[in-house]
């Protein structure tokens, strides 16, 4: 029940943008996109979310499509500590439980 | 600031044992909390998630179970562990007084648990 898809692997040059895509075609209108990263062996980290504006912090930019169907992060300077899985997930339901699915590896390489 | 501690780190048990995983957030009061478990290479599955003391929702039936005696702690516990009962453990929590977003989900560093 992820209802995201995402690739399974991804390559980018230390130092270029890396641009993570997400499909969920099947969002509702008052879900939120979440993105979490997990670097091997340690806990998810929260990166970003959003409704269906742009958004931008310290460490990522969120682009959502129109129709919300989907989004893609941008890190706009890849270093080799960004190498990590990165997870797309929807909120489902008035509870906040996030579903995640498998992510997309982020290989950084020097 | 809030934060988020689990122990152990690491736990190795013999099948049939018993388990008990804690989870405590500082920080912060009345907060939601979950239990997920990432087996090896897989993505993260939601177990258990708390509104408040005494009160536990289960997502998937298993041979483990949750409690919240106090508002900040969290236990995930089993009678006899199983071979698949093996991975790693994950404890978050969200929402609380604190004027954070109430629907991010913060996570703590996880217990790996092996179980032979």
């Known amino acids: 029940d992820a209802k995201t898809t995402q690739p399974t692997s991804m390559d980018c040059a230390e130092g270029r943008a890396a641009n993570l895509p997400c499909n969920h075609s099947t969002i509702s209108g008052n879900e939120y996109v979440y993105w979490y990263r997990q670097i091997h062996s340690q806990g998810p980290q929260y990166i970003i979310h959003?409704?269906?504006n742009n958004e931008t912090n310290e460490m990522a930019s969120l682009i959502i499509t129109e129709d919300r169907k989907s989004s893609t992060l941008i890190l706009p300077h890849a270093t080799l500590r960004d190498t990590a899985v990165y997870y797309c997930i929807v909120r489902v339901g008035n509870f906040n439980k996030f579903y995640f699915g498998s992510g997309t590896k982020l290989n950084v390489k020097p | 600031s809030q934060t988020i501690h689990q122990w152990p780190a690491t736990l190795v048990q013999p099948v049939g044992s018993p388990l008990s995983l804690e989870c405590t957030v500082e920080?912060?009061?009345?907060?939601?909390l979950y239990w997920y478990r990432q087996a090896a290479g897989r993505g993260l599955q939601l177990l258990f998630y708390?509104?408040?003391?005494?009160?536990i929702s289960s997502e998937v039936p298993q041979n483990l179970s949750a409690s919240r005696p106090q508002d900040r702690q969290f236990i995930l516990s089993s009678k006899k562990l199983l071979l698949s009962d093996s991975g790693f453990y994950l404890c978050?929590?969200?929402?609380?007084?604190?004027?954070?977003?109430?629907?991010?989900?913060?996570f703590g560093p996880g217990t790996r648990l092996t179980v032979l």
């Open positions: 708390s509104v408040g003391i005494g009160q």
């Open positions: 978050a929590w969200s929402g609380g007084k604190t004027g954070l977003s109430t629907d991010t989900q913060y």
């Open positions: 959003g409704l269906k």
């Open positions: 920080g912060t009061s009345n907060p939601n």
